[in-house]
């Protein structure tokens, strides 16, 4: 007898299909995973099952909890369901919490909702919720403000609110994807427990079929609306008899062809003994604690042509990094030069310096203005030229970094929102290519991306490495990005490169204990030919 | 929390001392001699000498800093060159119906935006939104001194309901007092209420899309239990802001409304005084002005922090 059962679910918004049959079973105790890119209506099912469509959604089908019919239940019966027969954990966890109440009354409030216990008996058993949820009360009082919990802390407060209660089923949206790895792998290891014990089904939303392999008993995988294949996880990887799930897989294990590294070395960047402080934050009436050293005493150096990656979790001083090299922001001590050239100076960046270098960020719509045209918002870096090309000499400019990038000089006309997210980060290269640097930083510049669009991104940055000599600095909270695409690594922690060398060599046989524990959460793609063989 | 409020309590204190080093620079330095131009052009030398000696203008600028300073902390504020009568009093006199009319008018824009904002953010695209929104555009547009005026003819001239003037001052009781206070509270609090009502609207309408709101739902609260048990409080800061703002400009901005209907407010003393040149009315009552913004500023952030705990450090 299954839990939930999903039977030919038809949604449209605004009569825009969505989802276009679907059909998915949950058992207790059973892990389903749903996976596919974005826009396959993964999260509609999951809200779907919710009962917490969009305006404008109309619902067709069957979905059944236990004895319920969804779609056919009232809004106060849909209330009653929700946070005590289904749970739901979201992505952000950084916003999916009230900041201003304490976590203890956030998680209590399931309980008092639906139990109709007293203040107290709720307070108790929100204690004992985030217990389970592993933040035991002595460590992280129930008192506490979610903006004093770091990010895989409050999707533990998520996590304790959505089991609070016991319920039979548990959705989790992408619960792990704004996460560092390390942070990744205890969360998921908390809700595989959480099922061993409590019996519940998860219904498990992701797009990484590797956390998707290590975890659920059986795989649905959607695309444009559609379930194009499920079964039982290995079998359904072992056989992959659909070809979008092969394009998936490959994509995600996608093998990239650089071009060799350069082999006489002719230093480009070069930093030494960087050293970043930021104000501590204040103590009394006007004091203030000491400083934090975001970034402490680090040395290195990328050669022309050459590409590197830079690791490290969220907090590690990257960012604050990435802005120093660029000339954004002052450094404490110590030097960043680019051919022998400071890229601050006189409370400045060095502008002739600094037109050696690009970069591409990770949200490419956030980082365009969506009022101009795609013309005017390639030619941003052509201020740091001294005498920018005008006429005709701006516009073969122009039509060849579009071209470069693989798209067409007409899209100069058109402006941002009409391009895919994969389109927007093409556009955000050939941005960063229109005055022909020598180095492009790319801070998570893959990580918002599809796996089969991150797939032609890193192919296109391949073939413009070796077509331009461009290097490259990769910088990146995940260890996997920079495989395949990166001569060399750094790992950062704490401020402080911990280990760096070839990239083979270090993800081989890593040296510090950091990056061994980087490399072992991070979650892994089953070898096809074990699992063809065991299966 | 209280280490919050000290701190707040010292930027209190030092941008009083540097508001009041400012007004007594412009005021007292920077036209050059405060006495030849309060007297005007046509002065005697000997009434201007006269002047000068009274407000003390021959010791050095330091000393009248301190002493205009040491004399507003005892109270004392001067004399008041065209009245001849002390300024403190003056102020007293007319403080007791700005004040009062000032929180009148501030607690009935609340009063309105709060339900109305409230009830369209609920109902957003309904009816009752649009009939909000088209309310408050209208209570935008329509200039407080006409909608003043109006009042008076139908609520004075035609029903006689209320006087349509003047003050009875509160020694002749509250209710006569509050009853001449109602009509000029309303027609100032008519175009706050409508911008508060819409602050109060897109404020709770981008609170209710907010990823905690779909949290609390998908715990099982209704519509109604999320939008006021999550959505109000996150929505209030924007909120407050406005209302700390509202309530500066209602203190010295009611002038029009004083002069529609004969309030002898602190907004005409200014006035009067500035037409008369008395500075030392002038210098008095900017600096007991920009007191009442530097103290509700004050309320507002500690309002604040007791909205949101992040902003308690």
Redesign the interface.
């Known amino acids: 007898m299954s839990l939930l059962a999903i039977q030919d679910l038809r949604v449209s918004i605004h009569g825009q299909p969505i989802l276009k049959g679907i059909d998915l079973t949950v058992a207790p105790g059973e892990i389903v995973a749903v996976t596919g890119e974005s826009g396959s209506g993964k999260s509609m099912t999951a809200y779907a099952v919710?009962g917490?469509l969009p305006q404008g959604a109309e619902a067709r089908g069957s979905i059944r909890l236990g004895g319920t019919e969804i779609l056919a239940a009232s809004?106060?019966e849909l209330?009653?369901?929700?946070?005590?027969r289904v749970?739901?954990v979201?992505q952000?966890p950084m916003?999916?919490?009230?900041?201003?109440?304490r976590i203890g009354d956030q998680v209590a409030?399931?309980i008092r909702?639906?139990a109709g216990a007293s203040r107290a008996e709720a307070a108790a058993r929100a204690r004992d919720a985030l217990a389970r949820a592993e933040l035991p009360p002595d460590r992280f009082p129930a008192s506490r403000?979610p903006?004093e919990l770091s990010g895989g802390q409050r999707q533990r407060v998520?996590i304790a609110?959505?089991i609070a209660l016991r319920p039979d089923l548990l959705i989790a949206d992408e619960p792990t994807t704004a996460l560092d790895v390390t942070t990744q792998a205890q969360i998921l290891r908390l809700l595989q427990r959480l099922v061993e014990t409590d019996g519940m089904g998860l219904l498990m939303i992701t797009h990484d079929l590797a956390v998707v392999s290590g975890l659920a008993d059986r795989i649905a995988v959607m695309r444009a609306g559609e379930v194009v294949e499920q079964g039982p996880t290995r079998q359904l990887l072992a056989h992959m008899s659909h070809p979008y799930t092969r394009m998936l897989f490959e994509a995600s294990d996608h093998a990239v062809a650089m071009p060799p590294a350069p082999d006489s070395p002719a230093p480009l960047l070069e930093l030494r003994d960087v050293t970043r402080d930021y104000p501590g934050?204040?103590r009394?009436?006007?004091g203030r604690a000491p400083p934090i050293r975001a970034v402490d005493g680090v040395s290195f150096r990328i050669q022309a042509g050459e590409r590197v990656g830079l690791v490290g979790e969220s907090g590690c001083g990257k960012s604050t990094l990435t802005r120093a090299i660029l000339g954004l922001d002052p450094i404490r001590s110590g030097s960043i030069t680019i051919d022998g050239q400071p890229v601050f100076i006189d409370h400045h960046a060095n502008r002739a310096v600094r037109r050696k270098m690009q970069v591409v960020f990770q949200d490419p719509y956030g980082s365009f203005n969506p009022r101009h045209r795609v013309a005017r918002l390639i030619c941003e870096p052509f201020h740091l030229l001294d005498s920018p090309p005008q006429g005709a000499a701006r516009r073969a400019a122009i039509a060849e970094a579009l071209t470069a990038v693989g798209l067409s000089p007409e899209d100069a006309g058109k402006y941002i929102h009409q391009f895919s997210g994969g389109q927007r980060q093409r556009i955000a290269i050939a941005r960063a290519l229109i005055i022909k640097p020598e180095l492009i930083l790319l801070d998570e510049a893959v990580s918002a991306l599809d796996v089969s669009v991150r797939a032609q991104i890193l192919d296109l940055l391949a073939d413009l490495s070796g077509r331009y000599n461009l290097a490259y600095l990769f910088i990146s909270h995940d260890l996997s990005v920079v495989r395949g695409v990166t001569d060399r690594v750094l790992v950062m922690q704490r401020g402080k490169i911990v280990e760096q060398g070839p990239t083979a060599q270090v993800l081989e046989h890593p040296e510090h204990p950091y990056t061994r524990a980087l490399l072992e959460a991070a979650p892994r793609l089953p070898d096809l030919d074990m699992l063809r063989a065991g299966g | 929390m209280l280490?919050y409020a000290?701190?707040r309590l010292?930027s209190l204190a030092v941008s009083l001392v540097v508001a009041s080093l400012v007004i007594f620079l412009v005021i007292e330095v920077i036209p050059g001699d405060p006495a030849s131009y309060m007297l005007g052009i046509n002065a005697q030398p000997d009434t201007v000498a006269a002047l000068r000696s009274e407000l003390g203008l021959d010791v050095s600028k330091t000393a009248r800093y301190l002493a205009w300073v040491g004399g507003m902390l005892h109270g004392d504020f001067g004399t008041s060159y065209t009245y001849r009568t002390e300024v403190a009093e003056m102020i007293g006199e007319r403080m007791w119906i700005s004040l009062p009319l000032a929180l009148y008018a501030l607690t009935l824009s609340t009063l309105i935006a709060f339900p109305a904002g409230i009830l369209a953010a609920s109902r957003r695209g309904s009816a009752t939104d649009l009939g909000v929104m088209g309310v408050t555009q209208l209570g935008v547009a329509v200039p407080n001194f006409w909608f003043a005026m109006l009042m008076v003819l139908l609520f004075a001239v035609k029903l006689r309901w209320v006087s349509a003037g003047g003050f009875p001052g509160w020694e002749n009781g509250f209710w006569p007092a509050l009853r001449a206070l109602t009509l000029p509270a309303i027609a100032l609090a008519l175009p706050q209420a409508s911008i508060l009502t819409r602050v109060m609207r897109s404020s709770l309408l981008d609170t209710l899309s907010?990823?905690?709101i779909?949290?609390?739902?998908?715990?099982?609260?209704?519509r109604r239990?999320a939008l006021w048990?999550?959505a109000l409080?996150?929505a209030l800061i924007p909120v407050l802001t406005i209302i700390g703002l509202q309530f500066s400009f209602l203190m010295a901005g009611a002038i029009i409304i004083e002069q529609v209907f004969f309030l002898p407010g602190i907004g005409r003393l200014i006035f009067q005084s500035i037409s008369s040149r008395d500075l030392i009315v002038v210098e008095s009552v900017v600096m007991l002005l920009v007191f009442a913004v530097i103290v509700v500023n004050f309320a507002v952030d500690l309002a604040y922090a007791w909205?949101?705990?992040?902003l308690r450090?």
């Open positions: 919710m917490l809004e106060p209330c009653q369901i929700r946070g005590n749970g739901m979201f952000e916003t999916a919490l009230n900041p201003v109440h409030e399931t909702i639906h403000y903006h998520v609110m959505a934050p204040r009394g009436l006007i | 280490r000290l701190r010292l907010e990823d905690f779909r949290t609390a739902r998908a715990k099982g609260l209704n239990q048990r999550h409080r996150n909205v949101d705990p992040r450090r």
